[in-house]
Protein backbone atom coordinates (compact mmCIF):
# COMPACT_ATOMS: atom_id res chain seq x y z
CA UNK A 1 0.00 0.00 0.00
CA UNK A 2 1.50 3.59 -0.78
CA UNK A 3 1.27 6.14 1.27
CA UNK A 4 -0.55 9.42 -0.70
CA UNK A 5 -0.34 13.29 1.13
CA UNK A 6 -2.83 15.92 -0.25
CA UNK A 7 -1.99 19.75 -0.82
CA UNK A 8 -4.89 22.05 -1.59
CA UNK A 9 -6.24 25.01 -0.47
CA UNK A 10 -9.67 24.73 -1.66
CA UNK A 11 -11.91 22.78 0.65
CA UNK A 12 -14.08 21.53 -2.00
CA UNK A 13 -11.37 20.12 -4.14
CA UNK A 14 -9.43 18.42 -1.58
CA UNK A 15 -12.80 16.81 -0.85
CA UNK A 16 -13.60 15.55 -4.06
CA UNK A 17 -9.83 14.64 -4.12
CA UNK A 18 -10.11 12.20 -1.07
CA UNK A 19 -13.49 11.19 -1.89
CA UNK A 20 -13.64 10.54 -5.81
CA UNK A 21 -10.79 8.51 -6.08
CA UNK A 22 -10.71 4.64 -5.06
CA UNK A 23 -7.44 4.71 -3.74
CA UNK A 24 -7.81 1.48 -2.52
CA UNK A 25 -7.96 -0.27 -5.26
CA UNK A 26 -4.92 1.55 -6.87
CA UNK A 27 -3.26 0.10 -4.09
CA UNK A 28 -2.80 3.86 -2.12
CA UNK A 29 -3.80 5.49 1.21
CA UNK A 30 -4.41 8.66 2.14
CA UNK A 31 -2.12 9.49 5.47
CA UNK A 32 -2.67 13.41 5.62
CA UNK A 33 -3.81 16.50 4.07
CA UNK A 34 -3.16 20.30 4.56
CA UNK A 35 -4.58 23.38 3.34
CA UNK A 36 -1.42 25.55 2.99
CA UNK A 37 1.93 24.79 1.76
CA UNK A 38 4.18 25.48 4.36
CA UNK A 39 1.99 23.32 6.37
CA UNK A 40 2.39 20.59 3.98
CA UNK A 41 6.22 20.53 3.66
CA UNK A 42 6.13 19.93 7.41
CA UNK A 43 4.00 17.30 7.62
CA UNK A 44 5.36 15.42 4.88
CA UNK A 45 8.81 15.63 6.21
CA UNK A 46 7.37 14.00 9.19
CA UNK A 47 5.16 11.14 7.23
CA UNK A 48 7.13 10.51 4.77
CA UNK A 49 4.45 10.00 1.77
CA UNK A 50 5.27 8.02 -1.31
CA UNK A 51 3.07 10.58 -3.63
CA UNK A 52 2.04 14.01 -3.19
CA UNK A 53 -0.71 15.49 -4.83
CA UNK A 54 -0.22 19.42 -4.34
CA UNK A 55 -1.98 22.30 -5.76
CA UNK A 56 0.52 24.95 -6.70
CA UNK A 57 -0.89 28.03 -6.00
CA UNK A 58 -1.73 28.40 -2.64
CA UNK A 59 -0.99 30.60 0.55
CA UNK A 60 2.18 30.88 2.98
CA UNK A 61 4.14 28.48 0.29
CA UNK A 62 3.15 27.44 -3.06
CA UNK A 63 3.70 24.03 -4.97
CA UNK A 64 6.85 25.13 -5.71
CA UNK A 65 8.64 25.62 -2.87
CA UNK A 66 6.88 23.03 -1.27
CA UNK A 67 8.22 20.44 -3.53
CA UNK A 68 11.86 22.07 -3.39
CA UNK A 69 11.95 21.46 0.37
CA UNK A 70 10.16 18.26 0.31
CA UNK A 71 12.70 16.49 -2.83
CA UNK A 72 15.64 17.95 -0.68
CA UNK A 73 14.24 15.51 2.59
CA UNK A 74 12.57 12.94 0.38
CA UNK A 75 14.86 12.22 -2.74
CA UNK A 76 12.83 9.58 -4.13
CA UNK A 77 9.21 10.94 -3.34
CA UNK A 78 6.86 11.74 -6.68
CA UNK A 79 5.44 14.89 -6.71
CA UNK A 80 1.82 15.51 -8.93
CA UNK A 81 0.86 18.69 -9.22
CA UNK A 82 -2.43 19.75 -9.59
CA UNK A 83 -2.44 23.25 -12.42
CA UNK A 84 -4.51 25.73 -14.19
CA UNK A 85 -3.96 26.81 -17.85
CA UNK A 86 -2.50 30.34 -16.56
CA UNK A 87 0.51 28.53 -14.38
CA UNK A 88 2.34 27.46 -17.08
CA UNK A 89 5.49 29.77 -15.64
CA UNK A 90 5.09 27.44 -12.81
CA UNK A 91 4.96 24.36 -14.27
CA UNK A 92 8.46 24.89 -16.65
CA UNK A 93 9.56 25.10 -12.65
CA UNK A 94 8.19 21.62 -11.73
CA UNK A 95 9.41 20.30 -14.66
CA UNK A 96 12.86 21.01 -13.77
CA UNK A 97 12.47 19.28 -9.75
CA UNK A 98 11.45 16.43 -11.50
CA UNK A 99 7.97 16.11 -10.86
CA UNK A 100 6.21 13.17 -11.49
CA UNK A 101 3.30 14.32 -13.69
CA UNK A 102 0.77 16.97 -13.92
CA UNK A 103 -2.94 16.98 -13.84
CA UNK A 104 -4.99 20.17 -15.03
CA UNK A 105 -7.88 21.82 -13.13
CA UNK A 106 -10.81 21.27 -12.53
CA UNK A 107 -9.54 18.10 -12.08
CA UNK A 108 -10.94 15.26 -14.27
CA UNK A 109 -11.31 11.77 -11.64
CA UNK A 110 -10.37 9.59 -14.74
CA UNK A 111 -6.71 11.15 -15.75
CA UNK A 112 -5.92 11.53 -12.24
CA UNK A 113 -6.27 7.83 -12.02
CA UNK A 114 -4.59 7.19 -14.81
CA UNK A 115 -1.69 9.20 -14.04
CA UNK A 116 -1.42 7.63 -9.75
CA UNK A 117 -1.98 3.86 -12.11
CA UNK A 118 1.46 5.13 -13.85
CA UNK A 119 3.23 6.42 -10.59
CA UNK A 120 2.47 3.31 -8.50
CA UNK A 121 3.75 1.21 -11.63
CA UNK A 122 7.19 2.76 -11.62
CA UNK A 123 6.75 2.76 -7.42
CA UNK A 124 6.19 -1.21 -7.81
CA UNK A 125 9.32 -1.29 -10.42
CA UNK A 126 11.78 0.47 -8.39
CA UNK A 127 10.66 -1.41 -4.55
CA UNK A 128 11.32 -4.47 -6.90
CA UNK A 129 14.86 -3.34 -7.49
CA UNK A 130 15.31 -2.51 -4.13
CA UNK A 131 14.23 -5.55 -3.20
CA UNK A 132 16.09 -7.58 -5.55
CA UNK A 133 19.63 -5.27 -4.28
CA UNK A 134 18.47 -5.89 -0.64
CA UNK A 135 18.00 -9.66 -1.24
CA UNK A 136 21.57 -9.97 -3.09
CA UNK A 137 23.20 -8.03 0.23
CA UNK A 138 21.44 -10.12 2.86
CA UNK A 139 22.35 -13.33 0.48
CA UNK A 140 26.48 -12.14 1.10
CA UNK A 141 26.06 -11.65 4.61
CA UNK A 142 24.27 -14.83 5.11
CA UNK A 143 27.64 -16.40 4.27
CA UNK A 144 28.74 -16.14 7.82
CA UNK A 145 27.50 -18.45 9.80
CA UNK A 146 27.24 -16.57 12.78
CA UNK A 147 24.15 -14.80 10.13
CA UNK A 148 22.79 -17.73 10.39
CA UNK A 149 22.85 -18.75 13.47
CA UNK A 150 21.57 -15.59 14.44
CA UNK A 151 17.85 -16.15 12.19
CA UNK A 152 17.68 -19.51 13.61
CA UNK A 153 17.96 -18.20 16.98
CA UNK A 154 15.34 -15.28 16.06
CA UNK A 155 12.95 -17.62 14.31
CA UNK A 156 12.63 -20.58 17.27
CA UNK A 157 11.73 -17.89 19.89
CA UNK A 158 9.00 -16.28 17.33
CA UNK A 159 10.66 -12.97 17.15
CA UNK A 160 11.72 -12.96 13.06
CA UNK A 161 9.39 -11.41 10.91
CA UNK A 162 7.93 -11.74 7.21
CA UNK A 163 11.27 -10.78 5.66
CA UNK A 164 13.39 -12.75 7.44
CA UNK A 165 11.22 -16.33 7.20
CA UNK A 166 11.63 -15.62 3.28
CA UNK A 167 15.17 -14.75 3.51
CA UNK A 168 15.83 -17.95 5.69
CA UNK A 169 13.90 -20.24 2.73
CA UNK A 170 15.69 -18.61 -0.03
CA UNK A 171 19.09 -19.28 0.77
CA UNK A 172 18.62 -22.68 2.51
CA UNK A 173 17.32 -23.86 -1.06
CA UNK A 174 15.18 -26.47 0.52
CA UNK A 175 13.21 -27.97 -2.25
CA UNK A 176 14.82 -31.57 -1.30
CA UNK A 177 13.08 -34.56 -1.14
CA UNK A 178 10.49 -35.44 1.32
CA UNK A 179 10.48 -31.54 1.96
CA UNK A 180 6.67 -30.31 2.89
CA UNK A 181 4.63 -27.42 3.20
CA UNK A 182 7.23 -24.01 2.37
CA UNK A 183 9.81 -26.34 1.44
CA UNK A 184 11.30 -27.11 4.44
CA UNK A 185 12.35 -30.54 5.46
CA UNK A 186 11.12 -32.47 8.35
CA UNK A 187 13.40 -32.27 11.28
CA UNK A 188 13.30 -32.29 15.22
CA UNK A 189 14.37 -29.54 17.29
CA UNK A 190 17.14 -30.77 19.87
CA UNK A 191 17.98 -28.63 22.61
CA UNK A 192 21.20 -29.63 24.57
CA UNK A 193 22.08 -28.74 27.86
CA UNK A 194 25.49 -28.88 29.35
CA UNK A 195 26.11 -28.35 32.57
CA UNK A 196 29.99 -27.46 34.35
CA UNK A 197 31.09 -26.11 31.41
CA UNK A 198 35.32 -26.29 30.78
CA UNK A 199 35.98 -23.29 32.61
CA UNK A 200 39.34 -22.66 29.81
CA UNK A 201 37.78 -20.74 27.13
CA UNK A 202 40.02 -21.28 24.45
CA UNK A 203 39.86 -24.94 24.94
CA UNK A 204 35.96 -24.93 25.03
CA UNK A 205 35.70 -22.74 21.68
CA UNK A 206 38.03 -25.53 20.30
CA UNK A 207 35.93 -28.80 21.32
CA UNK A 208 32.73 -26.49 20.65
CA UNK A 209 34.19 -26.10 17.09
CA UNK A 210 34.82 -30.25 16.36
CA UNK A 211 30.86 -30.88 18.10
CA UNK A 212 29.66 -28.38 15.39
CA UNK A 213 31.65 -30.30 12.78
CA UNK A 214 30.02 -33.19 13.44
CA UNK A 215 26.36 -31.75 14.22
CA UNK A 216 26.52 -31.77 10.29
CA UNK A 217 25.77 -35.70 10.40
CA UNK A 218 22.71 -34.84 11.77
CA UNK A 219 21.77 -30.70 10.46
CA UNK A 220 22.24 -29.17 7.10
CA UNK A 221 22.02 -26.35 10.02
CA UNK A 222 24.57 -25.18 12.56
CA UNK A 223 24.61 -25.52 15.93
CA UNK A 224 22.76 -22.42 17.78
CA UNK A 225 24.10 -20.84 20.69
CA UNK A 226 20.61 -19.95 22.61
CA UNK A 227 22.52 -19.61 26.68
CA UNK A 228 25.41 -20.48 28.07
CA UNK A 229 24.97 -23.43 28.56
CA UNK A 230 22.50 -24.79 26.41
CA UNK A 231 22.51 -25.13 22.40
CA UNK A 232 19.82 -25.95 19.88
CA UNK A 233 20.35 -28.48 16.33
CA UNK A 234 17.48 -28.67 14.08
CA UNK A 235 18.01 -32.11 13.44
CA UNK A 236 17.05 -32.91 9.68
CA UNK A 237 18.71 -35.20 8.40
CA UNK A 238 18.33 -37.80 10.60
CA UNK A 239 14.79 -37.78 12.24
CA UNK A 240 13.99 -41.17 13.26
CA UNK A 241 14.88 -41.86 17.23
CA UNK A 242 17.38 -44.79 16.38
CA UNK A 243 18.85 -43.22 13.83
CA UNK A 244 18.94 -40.08 15.46
CA UNK A 245 20.66 -41.33 18.10
CA UNK A 246 23.01 -43.51 16.41
CA UNK A 247 24.24 -40.36 14.10
CA UNK A 248 24.32 -38.70 17.09
CA UNK A 249 26.91 -40.61 19.30
CA UNK A 250 29.93 -39.70 17.72
CA UNK A 251 28.99 -35.94 18.47
CA UNK A 252 28.10 -36.95 22.32
CA UNK A 253 31.17 -38.52 22.79
CA UNK A 254 33.26 -35.25 22.57
CA UNK A 255 30.79 -33.59 25.20
CA UNK A 256 32.39 -35.03 28.48
CA UNK A 257 35.36 -33.18 27.50
CA UNK A 258 33.50 -30.17 27.59
CA UNK A 259 31.31 -30.32 30.02
CA UNK A 260 30.48 -32.62 33.36
CA UNK A 261 27.03 -33.45 32.62
CA UNK A 262 24.35 -33.35 29.81
CA UNK A 263 20.80 -33.34 29.37
CA UNK A 264 18.85 -33.50 25.40
CA UNK A 265 15.30 -32.86 24.99
CA UNK A 266 13.93 -33.99 21.78
CA UNK A 267 10.45 -32.00 20.42
CA UNK A 268 8.23 -34.01 18.21
CA UNK A 269 8.70 -34.80 13.96
CA UNK A 270 7.65 -31.49 12.13
CA UNK A 271 6.62 -31.36 8.93
CA UNK A 272 4.90 -28.38 8.59
CA UNK A 273 7.99 -26.27 8.26
CA UNK A 274 10.03 -23.20 9.67
CA UNK A 275 6.27 -21.82 10.73
CA UNK A 276 6.64 -24.55 13.70
CA UNK A 277 10.24 -23.68 14.90
CA UNK A 278 8.62 -21.67 17.97
CA UNK A 279 6.27 -24.86 18.57
CA UNK A 280 9.23 -26.88 18.22
CA UNK A 281 11.15 -25.32 20.86
CA UNK A 282 8.51 -25.23 23.49
CA UNK A 283 8.77 -28.99 22.95
CA UNK A 284 12.34 -28.79 23.37
CA UNK A 285 12.36 -27.21 26.93
CA UNK A 286 9.89 -29.01 28.01
CA UNK A 287 11.29 -32.19 27.88
CA UNK A 288 14.43 -30.17 29.21
CA UNK A 289 12.48 -29.25 32.18
CA UNK A 290 11.48 -33.12 33.39
CA UNK A 291 15.50 -33.23 33.97
CA UNK A 292 14.68 -32.17 37.85
CA UNK A 293 12.42 -35.69 38.42
CA UNK A 294 14.23 -37.79 35.84
CA UNK A 295 18.02 -37.51 36.74
CA UNK A 296 20.18 -39.11 34.76
CA UNK A 297 18.20 -39.64 31.86
CA UNK A 298 20.13 -38.44 29.19
CA UNK A 299 17.50 -38.31 26.10
CA UNK A 300 13.91 -37.14 26.71
CA UNK A 301 11.62 -37.01 23.76
CA UNK A 302 8.67 -34.98 23.75
CA UNK A 303 6.42 -37.45 22.74
CA UNK A 304 7.21 -39.66 25.49
CA UNK A 305 5.59 -36.43 28.10
CA UNK A 306 3.26 -35.93 25.96
CA UNK A 307 1.50 -39.77 25.71
CA UNK A 308 1.86 -39.52 30.01
CA UNK A 309 0.36 -36.03 29.98
CA UNK A 310 -2.75 -36.81 27.78
CA UNK A 311 -5.42 -36.68 30.19
CA UNK A 312 -3.32 -34.15 33.14
CA UNK A 313 -4.55 -31.23 35.02
CA UNK A 314 -1.73 -29.24 32.58
CA UNK A 315 -4.00 -30.75 29.64
CA UNK A 316 -4.52 -27.91 27.07
CA UNK A 317 -8.11 -27.66 28.13
CA UNK A 318 -7.07 -27.06 31.62
CA UNK A 319 -4.57 -24.79 30.73
CA UNK A 320 -6.72 -22.46 29.22
CA UNK A 321 -9.26 -22.19 31.95
CA UNK A 322 -6.52 -20.65 33.80
CA UNK A 323 -5.61 -18.44 30.67
CA UNK A 324 -9.49 -17.11 30.55
CA UNK A 325 -9.70 -16.93 34.57
CA UNK A 326 -6.69 -14.45 33.93
CA UNK A 327 -8.01 -12.47 31.68
CA UNK A 328 -11.63 -12.21 33.07
CA UNK A 329 -11.49 -13.36 36.51
CA UNK A 330 -10.79 -11.57 39.77
CA UNK A 331 -8.06 -12.05 42.74
CA UNK A 332 -10.51 -14.18 44.42
CA UNK A 333 -11.52 -15.70 41.56
CA UNK A 334 -7.90 -17.20 40.86
CA UNK A 335 -7.66 -18.07 44.17
CA UNK A 336 -10.01 -20.07 44.76
CA UNK A 337 -9.55 -21.94 41.46
CA UNK A 338 -5.87 -22.60 42.30
CA UNK A 339 -6.74 -24.18 45.64
CA UNK A 340 -9.70 -26.50 43.44
CA UNK A 341 -6.58 -27.18 41.23
CA UNK A 342 -4.51 -28.18 43.59
CA UNK A 343 -6.74 -30.41 45.63
CA UNK A 344 -7.01 -32.55 42.31
CA UNK A 345 -3.42 -32.66 41.57
CA UNK A 346 -2.80 -34.01 45.16
CA UNK A 347 -5.66 -36.12 44.69
CA UNK A 348 -4.18 -37.60 41.41
CA UNK A 349 -0.96 -38.14 42.45
CA UNK A 350 -0.52 -38.74 46.46
CA UNK A 351 3.32 -39.59 46.00
CA UNK A 352 4.86 -35.83 46.42
CA UNK A 353 7.78 -36.30 44.39
CA UNK A 354 5.27 -36.97 41.24
CA UNK A 355 3.13 -34.43 42.32
CA UNK A 356 6.06 -31.74 42.19
CA UNK A 357 6.65 -33.05 38.65
CA UNK A 358 3.44 -32.70 37.28
CA UNK A 359 3.07 -29.42 38.79
CA UNK A 360 6.19 -28.26 36.76
CA UNK A 361 5.29 -29.77 33.93
CA UNK A 362 2.35 -27.53 34.06
CA UNK A 363 4.20 -24.46 34.86
CA UNK A 364 5.63 -24.68 31.49
CA UNK A 365 2.71 -25.77 29.64
CA UNK A 366 1.08 -22.48 30.71
CA UNK A 367 4.08 -20.51 30.19
CA UNK A 368 3.95 -21.61 26.60
CA UNK A 369 0.13 -20.95 26.20
CA UNK A 370 0.44 -17.31 27.28
CA UNK A 371 2.98 -16.72 25.05
CA UNK A 372 0.65 -17.40 22.16
CA UNK A 373 -2.02 -15.16 23.80
CA UNK A 374 -1.59 -11.92 22.15
CA UNK A 375 -2.90 -9.91 25.16
CA UNK A 376 -0.89 -11.20 27.74
CA UNK A 377 2.52 -11.65 26.12
CA UNK A 378 3.85 -8.29 26.54
CA UNK A 379 2.65 -8.93 30.45
CA UNK A 380 4.13 -12.51 30.76
CA UNK A 381 7.75 -11.45 28.84
CA UNK A 382 8.08 -8.83 31.60
CA UNK A 383 7.58 -11.04 34.62
CA UNK A 384 10.24 -13.89 34.06
CA UNK A 385 7.87 -16.13 35.15
CA UNK A 386 9.95 -19.86 34.45
CA UNK A 387 12.84 -18.34 35.84
CA UNK A 388 10.79 -17.35 39.19
CA UNK A 389 10.12 -21.18 39.79
CA UNK A 390 13.15 -22.49 38.34
CA UNK A 391 15.22 -20.50 41.54
CA UNK A 392 12.64 -21.49 43.90
CA UNK A 393 13.14 -25.43 43.20
CA UNK A 394 13.69 -26.02 46.76
CA UNK A 395 10.36 -24.39 47.92
CA UNK A 396 7.52 -26.97 48.92
CA UNK A 397 4.82 -27.60 46.71
CA UNK A 398 2.49 -24.82 48.62
CA UNK A 399 5.14 -22.25 48.38
CA UNK A 400 5.21 -22.76 44.48
CA UNK A 401 1.90 -23.27 44.62
CA UNK A 402 1.30 -19.75 46.32
CA UNK A 403 3.91 -17.95 43.70
CA UNK A 404 1.61 -19.25 41.15
CA UNK A 405 -1.29 -17.46 42.87
CA UNK A 406 0.50 -14.26 43.16
CA UNK A 407 1.65 -13.98 39.69
CA UNK A 408 -1.71 -14.61 38.07
CA UNK A 409 -3.71 -12.46 40.17
CA UNK A 410 -1.11 -9.32 38.74
CA UNK A 411 -1.56 -9.97 35.59
CA UNK A 412 -4.91 -10.20 35.99
CA UNK A 413 -4.34 -6.68 37.84
CA UNK A 414 -2.01 -5.23 35.13
CA UNK A 415 -4.70 -6.23 32.27
CA UNK A 416 -7.30 -4.63 33.92
CA UNK A 417 -5.10 -1.37 34.45
CA UNK A 418 -4.78 -1.48 30.33
CA UNK A 419 -8.57 -1.99 30.26
CA UNK A 420 -9.44 1.18 31.75
CA UNK A 421 -6.25 3.11 30.09
CA UNK A 422 -8.05 1.99 26.64
CA UNK A 423 -11.46 3.04 28.22
CA UNK A 424 -10.24 6.24 29.28
CA UNK A 425 -8.17 6.89 25.92
CA UNK A 426 -10.61 10.17 25.19
CA UNK A 427 -11.97 8.84 22.05
CA UNK A 428 -15.33 8.04 23.43
CA UNK A 429 -15.87 11.91 23.70
CA UNK A 430 -14.19 12.32 20.41
CA UNK A 431 -16.57 10.45 18.78
CA UNK A 432 -19.94 11.75 20.91
CA UNK A 433 -18.24 15.33 19.62
CA UNK A 434 -18.33 13.95 15.94
CA UNK A 435 -21.59 12.43 16.39
CA UNK A 436 -23.41 15.78 17.95
CA UNK A 437 -21.75 18.14 15.63
CA UNK A 438 -21.28 16.02 12.00
CA UNK A 439 -23.61 18.89 10.36
CA UNK A 440 -20.80 21.40 10.88
CA UNK A 441 -17.93 22.01 9.00
CA UNK A 442 -15.91 19.58 11.49
CA UNK A 443 -12.43 18.63 9.93
CA UNK A 444 -9.46 16.39 10.96
CA UNK A 445 -7.52 20.17 11.65
CA UNK A 446 -9.99 21.38 13.61
CA UNK A 447 -10.46 18.26 15.98
CA UNK A 448 -6.90 17.64 16.21
CA UNK A 449 -6.54 21.55 17.38
CA UNK A 450 -9.20 20.95 19.94
CA UNK A 451 -8.11 17.92 21.28
CA UNK A 452 -4.28 19.34 21.18
CA UNK A 453 -2.59 16.93 19.06
CA UNK A 454 -0.76 17.16 15.10
CA UNK A 455 -3.42 16.45 12.46
CA UNK A 456 -0.61 13.26 11.49
CA UNK A 457 -0.59 11.76 15.30
CA UNK A 458 -4.51 12.70 15.84
CA UNK A 459 -5.12 10.67 12.12
CA UNK A 460 -2.63 7.93 12.77
CA UNK A 461 -4.41 7.53 16.55
CA UNK A 462 -7.81 7.76 15.25
CA UNK A 463 -7.72 5.00 12.81
CA UNK A 464 -5.96 3.19 15.81
CA UNK A 465 -8.50 3.75 18.33
CA UNK A 466 -11.92 3.36 15.94
CA UNK A 467 -11.17 1.40 13.30
CA UNK A 468 -11.57 3.87 10.43
CA UNK A 469 -10.07 6.76 9.45
CA UNK A 470 -11.39 10.22 10.46
CA UNK A 471 -13.10 11.16 7.47
CA UNK A 472 -14.77 7.60 6.96
CA UNK A 473 -16.29 7.90 10.43
CA UNK A 474 -17.50 10.99 9.30
CA UNK A 475 -19.04 10.64 6.23
CA UNK A 476 -20.59 7.26 8.15
CA UNK A 477 -21.97 9.64 10.26
CA UNK A 478 -23.74 11.60 8.00
CA UNK A 479 -24.82 8.90 5.64
CA UNK A 480 -26.48 6.92 8.01
CA UNK A 481 -28.58 10.43 9.26
CA UNK A 482 -29.21 11.17 5.59
CA UNK A 483 -30.92 7.91 5.39
CA UNK A 484 -33.27 8.91 8.23
CA UNK A 485 -33.75 12.41 7.10
CA UNK A 486 -34.83 10.88 3.39
CA UNK A 487 -37.45 9.37 5.37
CA UNK A 488 -39.49 12.57 6.13
CA UNK A 489 -41.17 13.15 2.92
CA UNK A 490 -41.49 16.97 3.61
CA UNK A 491 -37.62 17.20 3.20
CA UNK A 492 -36.19 18.34 -0.35
CA UNK A 493 -33.12 16.84 -1.28
CA UNK A 494 -31.09 19.89 -0.78
CA UNK A 495 -32.63 20.70 2.68
CA UNK A 496 -31.41 16.97 3.66
CA UNK A 497 -28.14 17.72 2.32
CA UNK A 498 -27.39 20.70 4.45
CA UNK A 499 -28.88 18.92 7.78
CA UNK A 500 -26.63 15.93 7.03
CA UNK A 501 -23.94 18.58 6.94
CA UNK A 502 -23.31 19.11 3.03
CA UNK A 503 -23.55 22.46 1.80
CA UNK A 504 -23.89 21.56 -1.82
CA UNK A 505 -26.36 19.20 -2.81
CA UNK A 506 -24.79 17.56 -5.83
CA UNK A 507 -21.67 16.68 -4.12
CA UNK A 508 -24.11 14.91 -1.47
CA UNK A 509 -25.28 12.76 -3.81
CA UNK A 510 -22.03 11.82 -5.11
CA UNK A 511 -21.22 10.56 -1.76
CA UNK A 512 -24.35 9.14 -1.05
CA UNK A 513 -24.37 6.94 -3.78
CA UNK A 514 -20.86 6.18 -2.80
CA UNK A 515 -21.64 4.49 0.10
CA UNK A 516 -24.95 2.76 -0.26
CA UNK A 517 -24.97 2.94 -4.38
CA UNK A 518 -28.07 4.66 -4.64
CA UNK A 519 -28.99 8.48 -5.27
CA UNK A 520 -30.88 9.89 -2.34
CA UNK A 521 -33.83 10.00 -5.25
CA UNK A 522 -33.63 6.14 -5.88
CA UNK A 523 -33.22 5.53 -1.95
CA UNK A 524 -36.87 7.16 -1.58
CA UNK A 525 -38.32 5.29 -4.83
CA UNK A 526 -36.87 1.89 -3.76
CA UNK A 527 -38.93 2.83 0.02
CA UNK A 528 -41.72 4.02 -1.45
CA UNK A 529 -41.67 7.70 -0.27
CA UNK A 530 -42.93 10.48 -1.99
CA UNK A 531 -42.10 14.18 -1.36
CA UNK A 532 -44.79 15.96 -0.52
CA UNK A 533 -46.52 19.67 -2.15
CA UNK A 534 -45.88 22.39 0.07
Not at 102 to 107: G, N
Not at 233 to 248: K, P, S, V, W, Y
Not at 381 to 396: I, K, M, N, V, Y
Amino acid sequence: MYKVFLVEDEWLVLQGLKLTIPWEELNCEIIGEASDGRTGAELILTAKPDIVLTDIRMPAMDGIQLAEQVAAGLPGIKIVFLTGFDDFAYAQKAVKLGAADFVLKPTNADELIQVIGRITSQLDTERSRRSFQERLEHRAKLEHPLIMEKMLYELMQDYAGPTLKELFLEYGEWSEAGAEGDGFPPYRLLLIQLDGLCRESAERERQLEQVREQAQELSALPVVRMSENRYALIANRRTGREALMEAAAALLRRLPVLTRSYVIGVSALFTAGIESLPAAYQQAMRALYQTVFLGRETWIWYEDIEREQADEPGSEDAVQEWIDLVKWGHAASIEAHTAAWYSRLLHRYPDGLEARRRFFEFIVALYSALLRDHELREIVLGSDFLLAFAERLEHTLERSLELLCAMLAEWNGLLAEQGETRKKSGFEEIEAFIQSHYAEDITLQGIAERYHMSESYFSRLFKKQVGTSFLEYVTMIRVRQAKELLANPRLKIYEVSLQAGYQDSRYFSQIFRKYTGETPTEFRKRLGIEPLPL
